[in-house]
């Protein structure tokens, strides 16, 4: 079975433009969350879709956004882009929202604003 | 935003030692996972817990569901070279966010 997949890999974006990360869960996976991971600041919660619904979020700006489709792949998209949104986005899937919900990370997209 | 504390932050050892470490959180969790993390990759679940005072072996790991339900550990026995990475712990209430620890960064001289 497939793992979880990201696209792109790396993406390199200049201040005030705006960026779209891709991510494709496990097959029969519905949940999908997002994080951003910085060196100082570790794992940072972004949100998490399960059914195309947003169910928990972060807090971060409303700069950050997502959405789920429905094959429960999902997208974020940060507008605007900061400096400090240089990092690492990664995208982590389970099969449901509670209960055994393991998630299971894909690659990460290396995101780097100049 | 809330993290769970995680200790030690860092670990120098030497190959073929035992290594343990923790998490602590002041809110009760149902779920605890570790996880490792190699450079430039995603985080690798290790092992899940989901019951309290649970005691789960994957390997040469093992991790524990603390009976408070607000504690977790992970020991790693006869330490190997890929054993190198960071480990994050992560708890979770129902369907709750996942919150992680800040990370335990394991170095080990041959």
């Known amino acids: 079975k497939a793992g979880v997949t990201q696209t792109p890999r790396y993406l390199i974006k200049t201040r005030g433009q705006q960026v779209t990360l891709s991510c494709s869960p496990i097959s029969g996976h519905r949940s999908v969350s997002w994080y951003q991971q910085t060196p100082g600041q570790g794992l940072q919660f972004l949100f998490e879709?399960?059914?195309?619904?947003?169910?928990n979020k972060g807090n971060f700006p409303g700069r950050f956004s997502g959405r789920q489709f429905s094959n429960s792949r999902s997208e974020m998209n940060v507008s605007t882009l900061e400096l400090g949104d240089s990092a690492l986005y990664l995208c982590?899937?389970?099969?449901?929202?509670?209960?055994?919900?393991?998630?299971?990370f894909g690659p990460g997209t290396r995101l780097t604003v100049l | 935003g809330q993290q769970l504390n995680q200790s030690p932050q860092s670990m120098f050892i030497q190959e073929g030692e035992d290594v343990s470490m923790n998490c602590t959180s002041s809110s009760i969790f149902n779920t605890w996972l570790w996880y490792k993390q190699d450079p430039g990759e995603g985080p690798v679940l290790l092992i899940a817990?989901?019951?309290?005072?649970e005691l789960t072996s994957n390997g040469r790991l093992t991790a524990q569901f603390g009976i408070t339900r607000k504690d977790s550990f992970l020991n790693i026995s006869a330490s190997i070279p890929s054993d190198v990475g960071i480990y994050f712990c992560a708890g979770r209430q129902g369907a709750q966010k996942l919150v992680f620890g800040q990370g335990t960064r394991l170095t080990i001289n041959p």
């Open positions: 982590a899937s389970s099969l449901v929202l509670a209960g055994a919900n393991e998630q299971f």
């Open positions: 879709y399960f059914s195309e619904t947003q169910r």
């Open positions: 817990l989901y019951k309290a005072g």
